[in-house]
Structures are given as C-alpha cells and as structure tokens.
C-alpha cells in the first residue's frame, strides 16, 4: 500500500517536472539561436537569492528578471563577454560560476591542485619510511634462525 | 604517539576551518558598486505625479539610498531605525527606492492585473504602507519593473546605500539596518563623508 502510495506519489512530482519544462521550452522556440545563448549563459551565472542555483535553473524572482534582461541584450546585439561584464560590474564576480583567476580567487583555483600536490608528498613520504621498515623486516634469516623456525613449524604441525 | 598528535593537530585545524566558515554571512556578497559612481537613473517620484528623481539630483550632499516595498517583511523591521534617523535630523537625507512593489508581491497574480493599472496601483500600496509606518523618506522615487534595482545590483531587500557628495557609492548595506549596524558603521561612515 506504501509502495503505490510512493509511486504515485514520484509519478505526481515526475509530471510537474515534465510540465514545467514543457512551459519553458514553449518560450524559448520562437528564436533557437538567441535562446541557445540564453541556456549557455544563464549556465554560466548565479542566482544571488538562492545561491547555488544558476540563473537557468532558478525560479526566484530575480533570476527571472535576469534572464529577461539577457534576452534583452542578445536582441540588442551584445556579445556574450559584454553581457557577463554587465552582471559582474553589478553583482561582483560572485556571480560568475567560474570565477576568474586573479589574486582574491588563487585559493580557489589552486587549492585542489595544492591539496593534491600535498597528498603526493605524503604519501612519497611515507613509502619511503615503509620501504625502510620492510628492509629491515625482510633480512634473510641467520641459519641458527632458519633452525629454530623450522623446528617451531614442524612442532606445529605434527603428520 | 607522535602520529596521534599530528591527526591531532589536523583535527583541530579543521574544525577551526568548519568554525569560522559557518560563521560568516553567505548573504554578505561584496558590492562592486562600492568605490563607483551611483548607477544613474530617473524615476517618478511617490506623491507628485509630475516630478522625477535621479542620484544627480543629490550631487553634493552624503545621502541613503534604501531600497524597500511593502512587501517586503525585513523592511518592517527596519523601518522604525530608519524613521528614527530621519527624526533625529542631522540632515541626512534618505531617498527611497521602491523596489518592484506589485511585481514583486509572491502574493499577487500579475497577469491579472491590467496593464494601465498597474502604477496607480503600486503608488497606492507604496503611499499607503508609508502613511501607517512613517515616512522617513525625502522622496521615493518608484522602480515599478526593478530595472534600477538590476543597475544596482539588488539581490535581496532591505538595501540600504551610503553616497558621498560627488554621487559615489561608499557602502552597501544587504538587509535591514539594524540599530547596531546604523550607528557602528552608516553614522560614523555619514559623519566623516559630511567633514
């Protein structure tokens, strides 16, 4: 009873989604060049108001007015550099989801390489000391010691 | 023993990291505005229907520029810090800017309200909301689409914007002023731009 209660459930919110793209799409059908600029570059830039959504994605009301205002200015002719500059000098590279490269953003571009740059020194490291350890462990037994182990493995091991 | 304190030590660091993150303000995105001439504009004015307004206008005085509309649930908050700034009276003026006031009601279908009733509306709403919480504005000047707004980089009202005398933007405030902040940082910031 669950189970369908579920299904039914997910079938209901499935045709939201369908339904809502579908609205969409029928916008975007009268000019399919200016409305393929539009998806890129509303990819490319963030809703301040729910922060981790793009413009693309995000119903808020200021994405919506976003996305208008670049239908505006590809109708106008700007090129997409132009139209980027236009939400950077009002919204800060903030909004840009990939930020440029400059002093404030280094972290961010260079962190994960530094991370990883960190972890391969680590891990030399530490096989280095390893090696050393299992050197020293592997040295070949003295025969006085070969006795005794043979002895040892024949006591328990009794046929 | 001495591996221990080193995880340790990588532990601590990182809840430090987690600790200070969590405590910083998401919202608080830095203006670039900040350090720029004030977006210009020319906007009708809430009350006199025959009169306009533009940051050119107030060339030579340090002024606010708050961003509002009776929508908004955070500028109810704020309204009485600001009502209580412009009674105090040291002369700085505060210019409203009414951010989207039908359109950016969640609570009203726009596509049933006609097209030509749409500003006599807003300027209705706007005047109304101000007559029952106080007017410290010197004027409101009516961004009925938001596109002011977008020039300004609004992302979330209450703003609030301090501008120097040559029409520069020297600080952005996101969300409602509290007294705190009005008397820390707009106060102290108002005193030394009017020297």
Redesign the interface.
Known sequence: MIIVRTLVFALGLLSTVVFASATYEAAIADDPVAEKRLQALSKELRCLVCQNETIADSNAELAVDLRREIRGMIRDGRSDNEILDFMVTRYGDFVLYRPPVKGITLLLWAGPILLLLIGILAMRSYLKRRAVEVAVADKPLSADEARRAEALLNEADPK | MNRYYWILGAFAALVVLLAVGLNLN?RE?????VGKPAPAFRLAVLGQADKTIGPEDMKGKVWLLNVWASWCVSCRQEHPVLVDFSRRGNGTPIVGLNY?EL??D?AIDMRRVPAEQEVPMALERAAGWLKEHGDPYLLTAMDID?RVG????V??VPETYVIDKAGIIRMKHTGPVSPQVLNEKILPLVAELNK
């Open positions: 998401p995105v830095p203006s670039p505005l989207k359109r950016g969640g938001g977008i020039d300004y980089g992302y979330g």
